[in-house]
């Protein structure tokens, strides 16, 4: 009788197994597969190498402290190499390879080539870069800036008497969604507050472009009707020409002060800062950040590269694109755990809320109804070191906007 009753326990739990619906405490023996979608090769490799890493780094701290829900995370990595269509291909291979969730994407492009795949199969993306936003996707959870966390407080911080007082404008990125859909909401926010179309300059050019010569004499020459700031959106590693050509033509803050929004610690490793000390950068997050959180996460980053033999991890540095994936893997774990499960609509649903000591010094959330972060905003000068110093910061963290509010017909959108 004893033998016929575990027979059909046994039975029971072969069926549950072969229809996928094992329970949490059969099947805590497996591993829960998480995707990593970087660009490591190509244009976009110099942004998004240490995203893979930090990843992977907080994939090793969460396991060695239990993993989630008893389970081990595997990270399943792979490189769509700074090509647009191929993040789409191997996001349904990621998705197909039964993954939990993705982490991943840095460029705009990039986010909206997976859109569809994500929406299809009912995937999970994190995503952590700041973007232009004009987007609420079900399927995804921002944790870098909307525009009202990043664009539109650094172009404040020029006009203001602190930030120099800037009347004239050079709008400059790579020629792709963020810059121009950002430099839109930023044309309409400068002539809102009586900066004329004379007085704004655009200029783009292609990912991967390395001679900014002509670029940097006309901004000189353009700086010299009025007092003129430079606005870049220029990704990837385009970054290093301009920032060298910079030098080289002796544009100083002091005359023409360039604030970036997609240049942090990391860009900075591969130029010469002396000649750039005083330009500026705005995120939700700098290495230089005094508190005892960031010192931990710095400390432990470092130990990582030199553990893993990171290329020039003795120079290795922390950013705000990193900062926003450790957050967002471990806001994903907590979202799993108060659901019980990986089940994606469950996992939505739990995150909403959730929040986390970021070693920005803050505590973020995750906003209950528009799948954004609530995040400080920082303004740092760069100096010689590589590294940025505070120059402006608000009093804590910021509720997104993922609608600008620039945009005609944006007044009514709000969440999802």
């Known amino acids: 009788m004893k033998r016929r009753l575990i027979l059909k326990q046994l039975s029971a739990v072969t069926l549950l197994a072969m229809t996928n619906f094992m329970p949490q405490a059969f099947a805590a023996e497996g591993t829960i597969k998480?995707?990593?979608?970087?660009?490591?090769?190509?244009?976009?490799?110099?942004?998004?190498?240490?995203?893979?890493?930090?990843?992977?780094?907080?994939?090793?701290e969460i396991n060695a402290k239990g993993g989630v829900m008893g389970k081990k995370l595997e990270a399943v990595v792979v490189d769509p190499a700074s090509n647009w269509p191929l993040f789409a291909e191997r996001a349904r291979e990621l998705l197909t390879n039964d993954v939990a969730v993705v982490f991943g994407c840095w460029t705009s492009v990039s986010r909206k080539s997976v859109l569809p795949v994500f929406k299809e199969m009912?995937?999970?993306?994190?995503?952590?870069?700041q973007y232009e936003g004009?987007?609420?996707?079900?399927?995804?959870?921002?944790?870098?800036?909307?525009?009202?966390?990043?664009?539109?407080?650094?172009?404040?911080?020029l006009m203001s008497k602190e930030g120099g007082g800037a009347k004239r404008f050079v709008l400059l990125g790579t020629d792709y969604v963020y810059p121009r859909t950002t430099n839109k909401i930023l044309r309409q926010f400068l002539n809102k507050n009586g900066v004329t179309d004379d007085n704004i300059e655009e200029i783009y050019t292609p990912f991967g472009h390395s001679d900014y010569q002509t670029i940097v004499a006309n901004i000189k020459k353009f700086s010299q009707g009025g007092k003129t700031a430079v606005v870049s959106t220029i990704n990837g590693d385009s970054n290093v020409p301009f920032y060298k050509e910079l030098g080289n033509a002796g544009l100083k803050a002091t005359d023409v002060p360039v604030v970036a929004f997609s240049v942090g610690e990391e860009e900075l490793r591969g130029v010469d800062t002396k000649p750039l000390v005083g330009h500026l950068a705005a995120w939700n997050y700098f290495e230089s950040l005094e508190n005892p959180t960031n010192a931990e996460f710095v400390k432990k980053w470092k130990a990582y590269a030199k553990a893993k033999n990171l290329p020039n991890y003795q120079t290795a540095v922390t950013n705000d694109p990193m900062e926003a994936t450790y957050i967002g893997i471990n806001m994903w774990k907590q979202a799993v755990e108060k659901a019980g499960s990986t089940n994606v609509d469950k996992v939505i649903d739990a995150m909403g809320g959730q929040s986390f000591a970021a070693p920005n010094g803050f505590t973020v959330k995750m906003d209950e109804t528009n799948h954004h972060l609530h995040k400080p905003v920082f303004i740092g000068e760069i100096q010689a070191n590589g590294q940025f110093e505070v120059v402006w910061e608000t009093k804590g963290p910021v509720r997104a906007q993922p609608w600008s509010p620039f945009i005609p017909g944006n007044e009514n959108k709000q969440g999802m």
Do not use: C, R
């Open 34 to 60: 998480v995707g990593i979608l970087h660009s490591l090769s190509g244009t976009m490799a110099i942004s998004e190498t240490s995203l893979k890493d930090v990843a992977l780094m907080t994939i090793d």
């Open 122 to 129: 009912n995937g999970l993306l994190f995503y952590p870069v």
């Open 134 to 157: 004009e987007e609420l996707e079900m399927n995804v959870f921002y944790t870098g800036a909307a525009p009202n966390q990043q664009a539109i407080p650094a172009v404040e911080y």
